[in-house]
């Protein structure tokens, strides 16, 4: 949590406890509103894939990216990195049984969008055509 967050929670008297929550659970949102995360995660939710296979399931990642993307998702436990004693070298990537529970509640949030996309939709319209207010 960088310094600054965490001396602002503590002057507004927050346990440090909850401080770790407040911290995980803005990093997990950042996580899964990241499009890389999504595509990953909806990519190995069929099984294991090779960095290569992985690269080519998802249009425009680049290299680096994903790259980024599977280590970040390795550091959390969501994703696991397995060499395989081979020549060449085989490296997989899979969903930890956590990466599983983590892409449920992502397509659960892609089902509530899909639900409510209309409502959504005409909010915004409505909100975008009405004047900026004054003062």
Do not use: K, M, S
């Given at each position: 949590m960088d310094s600054t967050l965490r001396a602002r929670l503590a002057a507004a008297g927050v346990a440090p406890?909850?401080?770790?929550?407040?911290?995980?659970?803005?990093?997990?949102?950042?996580?899964?509103?990241d499009k890389w995360t999504v595509l990953v995660v909806t990519a190995l939710a069929d099984g294991p894939l090779r960095f290569t296979a992985l690269h080519e399931r998802i249009a425009g990642v680049s290299q680096r990216m994903l790259?980024?993307?599977?280590?970040?998702?390795?550091?959390?436990?969501?994703?696991?990195?397995?060499?395989?004693?081979?020549?060449p070298p085989r490296v997989e990537y899979a969903l930890?049984?956590?990466g599983r529970s983590f892409g449920d509640t992502v397509a659960h949030t892609v089902r509530?969008?899909?639900q409510h996309r209309t409502e959504i939709l005409r909010?915004?319209?409505?909100?975008?055509?009405?004047?900026?207010?004054?003062?």
């Open positions: 406890e909850c401080a770790t929550t407040i911290e995980l659970v803005r990093d997990l949102l950042a996580r899964a509103g790259g980024h993307t599977l280590r970040a998702l390795t550091r959390d436990g969501l994703v696991t990195r397995t060499a395989h004693a081979e020549v930890t049984p956590l509530w969008v899909q909010n915004r319209e409505r909100f975008d055509g009405e004047a900026p207010p004054t003062g």
